[in-house]
């Protein structure tokens, strides 16, 4: 079974930049979860879908973040403009629904953002 | 503010030792506690998790120990190995209606040399 896939895996930007990430979930999973991942930190969730709807995005900065999952499946996370503390490692997850029982959340490798 | 506080930020254990790791919290709403492997380069992954009605979980090396009264929980690695070696997230989830949102600790970069 694939993972979830990620990309890009890195990406170097000078603030002020815009950057959008890319997410493929684990097919058949319906719910979709961005973290942030700030170096020596856990990861944060910054927003939770549920098939194309959004679930919780408390964390999210909104001034700044955006994210889609128009069709229920793939999923963007933009930053604009970009700030040098938003360098991270965004890391997209899924299951296959959220609730309980608790359903095991698989993680992708995520993508390394270095704001200079 | 940090919903949970895990420690040690480092550990390092020699071959076939116990390697033990601590974590605390607050919010009595959270429901359920994960421990994450992360490994270099890649995403965390689910080890082992328990639900805070039972006291004790053990798959294969991996124990979790839970206290409910004082809002603690541990991760033990009984021989542990070389491939060990990863950073561990300990976890909380917060309970609410549809959502699954997870709290993680800051993290322990174990090391077990051989």
């Known amino acids: 079974e694939a993972g979830v896939a990620q990309s890009p895996r890195y990406k170097i930007i000078e603030k002020r930049q815009s950057v959008a990430f890319w997410c493929n979930p684990i097919s058949g999973h319906a719910t979709l979860y961005w973290y942030q991942q700030i170096l020596g930190q856990g990861p944060k969730l910054l927003i939770q879908f549920q098939n194309n709807g959004v679930v919780d995005d408390s964390q999210l900065p909104k001034d700044r973040f955006s994210a889609e999952r128009l069709k229920g499946v793939d999923s963007t996370l933009k930053i604009q403009p970009a700030k040098l503390e938003d360098s991270a490692v965004y890391l997209c997850a899924s299951s296959l629904i959220s609730g309980w029982p608790y359903n095991e959340q698989f993680f992708g490798p995520g993508t390394r953002l270095t704001v200079l | 503010q940090q919903q949970v506080k895990q420690s040690p930020q480092s550990l390092i254990v020699q071959k076939g030792g116990i390697s033990i790791i601590n974590c605390a919290y607050e919010?009595?709403?959270?429901?359920?506690f994960p421990w994450y492997q992360q490994f270099p380069g890649k995403g965390p992954a689910l080890l082992i998790a328990i639900r805070p009605d039972v006291s004790e979980k053990k798959e294969g090396r991996f124990t979790i120990s839970f206290n409910k009264s004082a809002k603690q929980f541990s991760l033990h690695i009984m021989d542990s190995q070389p491939g060990d070696s990863a950073t561990y997230f300990c976890a909380a989830r917060l309970k609410k209606t549809g959502a699954n949102n997870l709290f993680f600790g800051t993290g322990t970069r174990l090391t077990v040399i051989p």
């Open positions: 919010n009595t709403a959270f429901d359920y």
